[in-house]
């Protein structure tokens, strides 16, 4: 058996969530506690729930603490059972055992893939001249070159994982990852130090894009090689969750997607277009999977900053994406959920609502780069959204200690990192938009304040 099925029955609505675990009998080395695996589903997702709900949680969502043996030494089955609004009942049914296909990604197929493509647009003339005409290859190979010619979204810089060493691009070929050496043949589910951050941490992609870096410095195609083989093995093993949220999964976690293609994937697509080494067949199946994502989360999500996160990766989709027949779509609803969390989530002082500077940090990057990625598509955001904006940069740098860390109140995460790389980054953004002087681009509403530049210039120095 490979699913365990949950049948839950919620009388009357309320906003929640399942938290499932499975505790095993074994113990790893140094744990305080016995082994486990969790996972996550919330209700009312992706629909309001009518009636009896039957739950799927592959064991592939339930994410490994410790080193647990499979399913063969489950001491007892946990169901925690939460409500945002502090009252509701839920009745629990069948639970059940199950055995559930697991095909190799990715999911959609080519023909499917051409049935999303906007074919109207000019710039796919060839691609609907071919389908008009039956010839699905050479539809999917006109739809290749045009891939490999499009600009997609403006440069990114190389985002670090704060909590590993990072790997150089030659160790990462050597699958040194995350100071873990991996062997030839990678489970992306894999563990080896029994730290379910750490499988997060991988599967987020964020180390990849030393590899594409390092591409796009020397050339060197060995790094165009080893990032087509690492991509082509990652949607291989990992196809898009169907009916259900991908619990902890940490391919599917509706965190982890958002953060693959908020930060990581479009690295890794702009050395994919330009490197004649990464196949055509793995860049087709990658534009699948980015349109897996961003379908993904406009089915699931979480809350607060998960929802940021969530909301720009769709929003991300969109634009480097125009040519899928939903983008429009997809954008519209994505500037709309990040304008309505900018008024929910951001106090007038620019504080993001968790009071954490780890999750405000992260949170204005988001932000931010969702309104430079709309502007690159000619959309615009509206002005209490880009001066409340500023404020969060505004707070971060008066918060910001001389050696760039912050104070690390509540869930604060990885503040304590000499320098200020989302500080920096911002700046850069400002000077290079606003020349952080152009007071009537500023007055407009079009981009941060040109006078939010002094304190981030000083911060990022």
Known sequence: MNCLVVNLLLPSPCEGSLVTVLRCASRAPGMAENDRYSSVLHFNQPKKWRGWQELLIPAVNLVPTGFPDGWKRVSSLEFDVHSREGKGSVVFGDIQLRQVEAPDGPRMTDEELLGELDLDRADLAGV???????????????????????????ASPTKPYPHYTASSADEICDHIILQQHLPKEIDWHCNPIGYLEWNHAFNRHTWMGTLAEAWERTGDPKYARELDSLIRS???????????????????????????INWSWPQVLRAAQKSADFSDRTLVDMAKMWHGHARHLMNYHGHNNWFVAESAAILTVACAFPEFRRSSLWLKTAMRRLEGEMRRQVFPDGVQCELSPGYHAMCADLFSLAQHRAAFRGHVFSRTFTERLAKMFDYLAFICRPDGTYPVPNDSGCCLVKGNEVLAR?????????????????????LPRAGACTSLTRAMR
């Open 426 to 446: 911002e700046g850069r953004r400002r000077e290079e938009l606003t020349g952080c002087g152009r007071e009537p681009l500023a007055r407009k509403g079009r």
């Open 234 to 260: 990652w949607i291989r093993q990992n196809p898009e969750p169907v009916g259900h949220n991908g619990g902890l999964d940490p391919a599917w976690e509706t965190l982890s997607t958002a953060c693959r």
């Open 128 to 154: 609907k001249d071919a389908v008009e005409k039956g010839r699905q290859e050479e539809a999917i190979e006109a739809y290749t070159q045009y891939l490999r010619r499009e600009s997609r979204l403006p």
